[in-house]
């Protein structure tokens, strides 16, 4: 999904205690950014759309340099995020699919469906970064 990116920053001010961590810094971030990652992709296989199963089962997520990264290699996932107009037909034939009981003329438009930010917009990351990462800061 090429331009749909969630954010979630930490921004922090700098103490005397914090420069005595600040080795420990990358690990309990990239600890913090883990678990938000974790119940993002918890969410989404609850609530991602399923028709076949193979939208819902390709999702993957990973954390490289205190980044969290959620990918879904599906090709159609843009039209399940963004929704799609009317299909018709390419070279004059019916459309069929193995669900419908005949091949038909066009299928109608089908509504957006932005789940991944839903999940998102759905995940605590200040509980989590407050039971994480700023009790190591404040100890």
């Known amino acids: 999904m ?3 990116l969630a954010l979630v920053e930490l921004e922090m ?4 205690r914090f420069e005595e961590k600040l080795a420990e810094f990358s690990d309990h971030v990239e600890q913090t950014v883990t678990l938000i990652m974790r119940e993002i992709y918890e969410i989404i ?9 193979e939208l819902r089962i390709s999702h ?8 969290g990264f959620l990918m879904n290699p599906v090709e159609y996932l843009q039209w ?4 799609r107009g009317y299909v018709y ?6 459309l069929y699919w193995p669900e419908l009981k005949h091949p038909v003329p066009y299928a109608g438009p089908a509504p957006p469906n932005d789940y991944l930010s ?3 917009a759905y995940v605590d990351a200040t509980g989590i970064i407050e039971d994480t990462f700023e009790k190591w800061v404040i100890e």
């Open 2 to 4: 090429t331009g749909d």
């Open 13 to 16: 001010k700098k103490t005397d």
């Open 45 to 53: 296989m609850n609530i991602a759309p399923v028709k076949t199963g």
């Open 60 to 67: 993957q997520w990973t954390v490289l340099d205190n980044e």
């Open 80 to 83: 399940v995020i963004r929704g």
């Open 89 to 94: 037909p390419v070279e004059k034939k019916a």
């Open 118 to 120: 839903a999940a998102v």
